[in-house]
T-cell receptor, first 114, second 114 residues
Framework: EPEVTQTPSHQVTQMGQEVILRCVPI?????FYWYRQILGQKVEFLVSFYNNEISEKSEIFDDQFSVERPDGSNFTLKIRSTKLEDSAMYFC????????????FGQGTRLTVV | RKEVEQDPGPFNVPEGATVAFNCTYSNSASQSFFWYRQDCRKEPKLLMSVYSSGNEDGRFTAQLNRASQYISLLIRDSKLSDSATYLC???????????????FGKGTHLIIQP
C-alpha cells in the first residue's frame, strides 16, 4: 500500500537553529499539506501546497516557516530560528483531491527544541 | 473562525457495547466531513468519510446533520482494538480548485475494557 514517508522520525535541535523536515508524498498525489500537533493538543493545519505554490496557510504559518518541493518527490518544511514552543509532532499529508477525499498522513517527525 | 468541537472523554466502555460520539462544527459552508482515528503518538488515519445520507462500514455508522451542524459516529460490538482517539474532521474548501486544510477536533478518547 502506498504511504507518505517522513524523515527524520525524531529531531532534537537547539533553540534558534534551523530545521528541515522532509516528506515523500504518495507518488500520484498532487496536493500536499503540513500539520502539527503539540503534545496533548489537536492537530492543526499549517499549510497546503498545490501546483508548486502555497494554496493556503494558517495563522501559525508565519515568516518563520517555509515549504518547498525541490524535486519531483520531496516536500519539505523549513523552520527558521526555532523556539521552544515549536516542539511538536509535524505531520505531512498528501491527497489526490482538493476536497481531501482521503488525506494520507505520514508517521510524523517529532521535533524537540531545547 | 472555523471550529470543530468534541467531547474529549474518556469514554470507558465494556467490550461488546455500543458507543456513540458526536461533534459539532461552526462553519455552515463546510463541504466534507470525516472521522479519523489516532492511536497514541501515531498519525491520524481515516476511519470513514461522512455523507449526508449517512453511511455504514461494518460496525461503524456515521451520520451528518447539516441543519444542526453535527456529525455522529456509532461503534457497535466494540473491540479492545477500538481503543483510540477519534477525531472529527471537517474540510471547508469548495470545489474551486487549490487545496485547503482539514480542521480537526481535539478528539474523543475511547477506552474499551475487557
Amino acid at each position: 500500500e502506498p504511504e507518505v514517508t517522513q524523515t527524520p522520525s525524531h529531531q532534537v535541535t537547539q533553540m534558534g537553529q534551523e530545521v528541515i523536515l522532509r516528506c515523500v508524498p504518495i507518488s500520484n498525489h498532487l496536493y500536499f499539506y503540513w500539520y502539527r500537533q503539540i503534545l496533548g493538543q489537536k492537530v492543526e493545519f499549517l499549510v497546503s501546497f498545490y501546483n508548486n505554490e502555497i494554496s493556503e496557510k494558517s495563522e501559525i504559518f508565519d515568516d518563520q516557516f517555509s515549504v518547498e518541493r525541490p524535486d519531483g518527490s520531496n516536500f519539505t518544511l523549513k523552520i527558521r530560528s526555532t523556539k521552544l514552543e515549536d516542539s511538536a509532532m509535524y505531520f505531512c499529508a498528501s491527497s489526490d483531491s482538493p476536497l481531501n477525499t482521503e488525506a494520507f498522513f505520514g508517521q510524523g517527525t517529532r521535533l524537540t527544541v531545547v | 473562525r472555523k471550529e470543530v468541537e468534541q467531547d474529549p472523554g474518556p469514554f470507558n466502555v465494556p467490550e461488546g457495547a455500543t458507543v456513540a460520539f458526536n461533534c459539532t462544527y461552526s462553519n455552515s459552508a463546510s463541504q466534507s466531513f470525516f472521522w479519523y482515528r489516532q492511536d497514541c503518538r501515531k498519525e491520524p488515519k481515516l476511519l470513514m468519510s461522512v455523507y449526508s445520507s449517512g453511511n455504514e462500514d461494518g460496525r461503524f455508522t456515521a451520520q451528518l446533520n447539516r441543519a444542526s451542524q453535527y456529525i455522529s459516529l456509532l461503534i457497535r460490538d466494540s473491540k479492545l482494538s477500538d481503543s483510540a482517539t477519534y477525531l472529527c474532521v471537517v474540510n471547508n474548501k469548495d470545489s474551486g480548485g487549490g487545496a485547503d486544510g482539514l480542521t480537526f477536533g481535539k478528539g474523543t478518547h475511547l477506552i474499551i475494557q475487557p
